[in-house]
Antibody, heavy 119, light 110 residues
Framework: QVQLQESGPGLVKPSDTLSLTCAVSGYSISSSNWWGWIRQPPGKGLEWIGYIYYSGSTYYNPSLKSRVTMSVDTSKNQFSLKLSSVTAVDTAVYYC????????????WGQGTLVTVSS | QSALTQPASVSGSPGQSITISCTGTSSDVGGYNFVSWYQQHPGKAPKLMIFEVSNRPSGVPDRFSGSKSASTASLAISGLQAEDEADYYCSSYTSSTTVVFGGGTKLTVL
């Protein structure tokens, strides 16, 4: 059974870089899937951040592109998100998820992790 | 990219049917059959309910169905049950090889 688990600091200071990792179990990250990040500010809707293929190819949300970096570590079966120069508006629950193919649907999701940006 | 447009809320009584709309443009919903729908209960991760406009993943009741006409997709739920009360989000592939979500619709079962 495919399982995803996000991990990382729950509190990040303004102007710092948010770093999260998504560990995948029960499935090889090197299979023909894309791996994505989605976030949800408290009380608000979902926002797609981007996704990455095991080879390292990426697509990012244009509104976040200048601050986002995604990477994949096939040896650890995990992928990561870095969001630089964070502000309070980046406070959100961050989800990682598996996508059948680039731009299609997300069929498996992590439980989500709340990241608060505050000094 | 602009978020897809969904009604903020819909409601229905147990046993009734409801429909949630999701309006985009020819660059997303209208241009591709990659519309999906997600159900989210409070404090939980979203759950895939419909993919590629009208397909149901294994385990999703056939009370849930999806369709599309031009740039508007729809999620229909028949035989409403109390456990259907949740937030619902649509999403679509876009011409920029990105993904866009709708603003979300809160379904209340009266």
């Amino acid at each position: 059974q495919v399982q995803l688990q996000e991990s990382g600091p729950g509190l990040v200071k303004p102007s710092d870089t948010l770093s999260l990792t998504c560990a995948v179990s029960g499935y090889s990250i090197s299979s023909s899937n894309w791996w994505g990040w989605i976030r949800q500010p408290p009380g608000k809707g979902l926002e797609w951040i981007g996704y990455i293929y095991y080879s390292g190819s990426t697509y990012y949300n244009p509104s976040l592109k200048s601050r986002v970096t995604m990477s994949v570590d096939t040896s650890k079966n995990q992928f990561s998100l870095k969001l630089s120069s964070v502000t309070a508006v980046d406070t959100a629950v961050y989800y990682c998820a598996r996508s059948e193919a680039a731009g299609t649907f997300f069929d498996y999701w992590g439980q989500g992790t709340l990241v608060t940006v505050s000094s | 990219q602009s978020a897809l447009t969904q009604p903020a809320s819909v409601s229905g009584s147990p046993g009734q049917s409801i429909t949630i709309s999701c309006t985009g443009t020819s660059s997303d919903v209208g241009g591709y059959n990659f519309v999906s729908w997600y159900q989210q209960h409070p404090g939980k991760a979203p759950k895939l309910m419909i993919f590629e406009v009208s397909n149901r993943p294994s385990g999703v009741p056939d009370r849930f169905s999806g369709s599309k006409s031009a740039s508007t997709a729809s999620l229909a739920i028949s035989g409403l049950q109390a456990e259907d009360e949740a937030d619902y989000y649509c999403s679509s592939y876009t011409s920029s090889t990105t993904v866009v979500f709708g603003g979300g619709t809160k379904l209340t079962v009266l």
